[in-house]
């Protein structure tokens, strides 16, 4: 019989392409995640992962067991919910792993709608960037996420996630004051073509807003040369004001910013693409239902506000 357990450790390992990273996901020694490892072999029958560098990398008969492995894992998942549900889940905690913009946008409104609507739900929550929350979701570190889409990102066909799309914003330049481009009623809309020999301020790689931004100006023809980095969009926003630099900014990101000695255009074509996730057969789980539901709620809501200028 194989163990739940090892098979947790195996997606782990799968995942973060390290057993130390593993280990530190999982809140075990790099000792204990490799005795899992070799312990599953050893029921198996099969080596599951060969040396690849620094890490690690799957078997053809450990890429077989990944797939079981997540099938075996949401039908737990499943389990869980069900008998959750059978005991009325009225009450209980749910951790969100979320980034800021999205706590301010959807989160932070879905929670004053669920103190009424579900006054035993308690929610935590945990800011994330980057990639960082879908990694804590599939950890089981939080149990839902509020992410944005990138290159790599899962998608509805990945196994181990329910995804569920929340809004799709468009990203608006940010230029100095006295940058020639800024000027106000030239008749001409800015293209990212025209930004190709400038020096650009963004977030950091791994960061899925720097993924689009990228792809969007490769797309115009030419690689942003990033010069400064920072996830804080308020220090984006001051970097820019500062003349070092000109930068693509999600709309909602500016809502609330006060803006000075800048001046914001919008940007043809990028878009920053927000879902909600949980693990796999989680989706019914009594205490994410009523979340999952208002989080589309206050989205479908934020819609019209994403699109205007």
């Not at 079981?68 to 737990?76: G, K, R, S, T, Y």
């Not at 979701?137 to 329910?162: C, F, I, M, N, Q």
Request: proline share 6%; net charge negative.
């Amino acid at each position: 019989m194989i163990d739940t357990r090892r098979l947790r450790t195996l997606r782990a390992v799968a995942d973060h392409g390290t057993v130390t990273a593993a280990a530190a996901a999982l809140h075990l020694t790099p000792s204990a995640v490799s005795q899992q490892l070799v312990a599953l072999e050893h029921e198996v029958g099969h080596k599951l992962f060969t040396r690849d560098g620094r890490g690690v990398r799957l078997t053809a008969v450990g890429k077989i067991m990944l797939g079981h492995a997540n099938e075996v894992l949401a039908q737990l998942e499943r389990a869980e919910a069900e008998v959750a549900a059978y005991a009325t889940g009225s009450a209980g905690e749910v951790t969100v792993a979320c980034f800021a913009t999205a706590i301010s946008a959807v989160l932070s409104p879905a929670m004053t709608v669920l103190r009424a609507k579900a006054p035993g739900l308690q929610v935590r929550v945990r800011d994330a960037e980057g990639d960082q929350g879908l990694l804590m979701l599939l950890d089981g570190e939080a149990d839902l996420t509020v992410a944005v889409e990138y290159r790599g990102a899962p998608d509805v066909t990945d196994r181990r996630l329910s995804l569920l799309p929340l809004y799709a914003e468009p990203f608006d330049l940010v230029l100095p004051h006295d940058h020639p481009l800024a000027a106000a009623g030239d008749g001409r809309a800015v293209t990212l073509a025209d930004l190709g020999g400038e020096t650009w301020i963004g977030p950091y790689p791994g960061n899925p807003v720097h993924d689009v931004i990228a792809f969007a100006c490769e797309q115009a023809g030419f690689s942003p040369r990033f010069a400064h980095c920072s996830d804080d969009f308020r220090a984006v926003a001051a970097l820019v004001a500062a003349g070092a630099g000109v930068a693509l900014v999600p709309r909602l990101a500016l809502r609330d910013m006060a803006l000075s000695g800048v001046v914001v255009r919008p940007a043809p074509g990028p878009e920053r693409r927000v879902f909600a996730a949980v693990r796999r057969g989680a989706d019914a789980h009594p205490l994410l239902v009523p979340l999952l539901d208002t989080l589309g709620g206050v989205a479908a809501d934020l819609g019209e506000g994403c699109g205007e200028g």
